[in-house]
């Protein structure tokens, strides 16, 4: 729950639903990624994968989810490494679609005025 006068900083409500999705990209070496990957959390205009590469702050990829829609993404922030190897990497739309993770965000309702 908000506090009153306060602004939540968040664009869009948050799930946590694990997703099987394909992405692709580039390290800022050059080197290719091509991986499957989860997510942990998606929104409307991102989402936090786990995954096996670490990517950059910056780069560019395209996920591709299990209805083979494919849509360019961002890192946006990348965590610390988890004791599986894996690591956490938050990404953002480049064109947000509200069809691409198969469910609707419809925007949340505040009582606060």
């Known amino acids: 729950m908000k506090a009153h006068g306060t602004i939540d ?3 869009s409500r948050r799930v946590f639903l694990a997703i099987p999705v394909r992405l692709r990209a580039v390290k800022q070496d050059g080197t290719p990624v091509e991986e499957s990957a989860e997510t942990v959390v ?3 205009f991102g989402a936090l994968l786990r995954m096996h590469s670490m990517l950059e702050k910056g780069s560019l990829l395209t996920v591709t989810n299990s209805s083979s829609k494919a849509s360019q993404f961002r890192v946006a922030w990348v965590g610390t490494q988890l004791p599986d190897g894996r690591w956490h990497i938050g990404i953002e739309a480049l064109n947000p679609r509200e069809d691409f993770w198969g469910i609707s965000f419809s925007p949340e309702k505040s009582n606060d005025l």
Do not use: N
């Open 42 to 44: 998606i929104s409307w």
């Open 9 to 11: 900083p968040r664009r």
